[in-house]
Antibody, heavy 122, light 107 residues
Framework: EVQLVESGGGLVQPGGSLRLSCAASGFTFINYAMGWVRRAPGRGLEWVSSLSHNDGSRSYADSVKGRFTISRDNSKNTLSLQMNTLGADDTAVYYC???????????????WGQGALVTVSS | DIQMTQSPSSLSASVGDRVTVSCRASHDISNYLAWYQQRPGRVPYLLISAASTLRSGVPSRFSGSGSGTDFTLTISSLQPEDVATYYCQSYVSAPLTFGGGTTVEIK
């Protein structure tokens, strides 16, 4: 059974940083692209970032480009999202997601973690 | 960037009704279209990929159609457990984009 478990969420002040992690199990991690999708309170789903299976290709939403960095450690089956210069608009539940393919120009996601709440507030 | 527009934003229907949700892409995305279901308090769940390929285990009352810019999610006979918000997603290329969602309720 695929399991994606996020950690690292919490309350952070505007301008601060936070690092999310996702521990993956139940599938061959290195064979799949991964990503992050968020849902802000009262809003719909927003794709944040994706990373191909071998860390060769990364992409970001314009809203986070230059502030967020996605990475993976295939030896530890973990995905991370370093978030810097956080603002109120970044307040959301962040989902770790598994793509259906290893690499490509785009992905859809067949497994989702339970989500990590990030609250940006003073 | 591709923009995805869903309609309606919400609907209310009776058990057993046929329900359709529309999704329009701002540019041709071929069949790179996925549908997700998010039940209240639950995480999103992939229902359909490649516009019409039903995920294994998803009830056959769900179906997807379309290509290019216009897509449809159909629930042939609405059930109480189908109460959820449904999202379409373009995955032709980054940036990946979701539609705004359609909330389905039971009348």
């Amino acid at each position: 059974e695929v399991q994606l478990v996020e950690s690292g969420g919490g309350l952070v002040q505007p301008g601060g940083s936070l690092r999310l992690s996702c521990a993956a199990s139940g599938f061959t991690f290195i064979n799949y692209a991964m990503g992050w999708v968020r849902r802000a309170p009262g809003r719909g789903l927003e794709w944040v970032s994706s990373l191909s299976h071998n860390d060769g290709s990364r992409s970001y939403a314009d809203s986070v480009k230059g502030r967020f960095t996605i990475s993976r450690d295939n030896s530890k089956n973990t995905l991370s999202l370093q978030m810097n210069t956080l603002g109120a608009d970044d307040t959301a539940v962040y989902y770790c997601v598994k793509a259906t393919t290893a690499a490509g120009r785009g992905y859809c996601f067949d497994s989702w973690g339970q989500g990590a709440l990030v609250t940006v507030s003073s | 960037d591709i923009q995805m527009t869903q309609s309606p934003s919400s609907l209310s229907a009776s058990v057993g009704d046929r329900v359709t949700v529309s999704c329009r892409a701002s540019h041709d995305i071929s069949n790179y279209l996925a549908w997700y279901q998010q039940r209240p308090g639950r995480v999103p769940y992939l229902l359909i990929s490649a516009a019409s390929t039903l995920r294994s285990g998803v009830p056959s009352r769900f179906s997807g159609s379309g290509s290019g810019t216009d897509f449809t999610l159909t629930i042939s006979s609405l059930q109480p457990e189908d109460v959820a918000t449904y999202y379409c997603q373009s995955y032709v290329s980054a940036p990946l984009t979701f539609g705004g969602g359609t909330t389905v309720e039971i009348k």
